[in-house]
């Protein structure tokens, strides 16, 4: 007989957006069972792919209750961080309509996996991360204009898909959640910064151009420009971290600074 008053089911909890973008980010924008990608661009929108799925069911039907009996959960309810995960929709239909002792445990692996690298990244604080963000920005703001004049900038609206070749298909996907979750916090603090005279973006704009150049000339891989310019800009923002970095960077790979355009 299974428990009737089973505490770990709690009522269905909605997910507010800041939760919604800690599981996007907790999987770096792909379903963690197909690796498909969670975010697909439309034009200038980005459509989401995907779905936040309980590992545990909300409300087990009586055949999911004898067949998940027993077995380890994670958080202390149903309705915790722990207990969801991002999953593309195809996968989150599949795992709904056939969950079996397996694959309920297949899942619970690849949460733990993924709680336990997220100790050290933001998926569970991304208010933390947005404070830092504006922190790194402002750390900018002590950028020296006098090497930066010779510098030219473009600013041709590029679309990241067009700047990133499928063979970097991760760092591509990591790039769109951070732009998909952060893009328009970051716009408005370099905008307010620029406007109060406290930054002058054009001048940070060029510092991230310049350095991106300098890599671009040295480092052939383009995950590996991505991770220079992120310690580039860790070393400029003492303590901030390199999530926080990387979303910084991510805008700019938007915006156009990092990255030429791939011929065709
Ligand atoms: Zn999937």
């Given at each position: 007989m299974p428990e009737l008053n089973d505490p770990y089911l709690i009522a269905r909890v909605s997910i507010t957006e800041n939760t919604d973008n800690a599981h996007l980010l907790e999987v770096d924008g792909i379903?963690?069972?197909?690796?498909?990608?969670l975010l697909i661009q439309k034009g200038k929108r980005m459509n989401k792919k995907y779905q936040i799925a309980h590992i545990y069911p909300n409300s087990p039907i009586p055949h999911e209750v004898k067949e998940l009996q027993g077995l380890e959960r994670l958080?202390?309810?149903?309705?915790e961080f722990e207990n969801k995960v991002a999953l593309c929709k195809d996968c989150h239909g599949y795992y709904d309509d056939h969950k079996t002792k397996e694959e309920y445990l297949k899942l619970v692996k690849i949460k733990k996996r993924l709680l336990a690298a997220s100790k050290a990244k933001i998926s569970t604080s991304h208010q933390d991360v947005e404070e830092e963000i504006v922190l790194v920005i402002n750390s900018l703001m002590?950028?020296?204009?006098v090497t930066l004049q010779k510098m030219e900038l473009e600013y041709k609206a590029l679309k990241i898909s067009s700047k990133i070749?499928?063979?970097y298909s991760i760092l591509k996907a990591k790039i769109e959640t951070y732009v998909c979750v952060y893009f328009n916090l970051i716009k408005e603090t370099f905008q307010n910064l620029d406007q109060e005279n406290k930054l002058n973006f054009d001048l940070v704009a060029s510092e991230v151009r310049s350095s991106f150049l300098k890599c671009d000339e040295e480092i052939v891989s383009k995950s590996e420009i991505f991770e220079a310019l992120v310690k580039w800009l860790k070393s400029k923002s003492n303590g901030s971290s390199s999530e926080a970095c990387e979303a910084v960077i991510s805008y700019f790979v938007q915006s156009c600074e990092v990255f030429h355009e791939i011929s065709q």
């Open positions: 379903c963690p069972l197909c690796g498909n990608y958080g202390t309810n149903c309705e002590s950028i020296d204009p070749e499928m063979t």
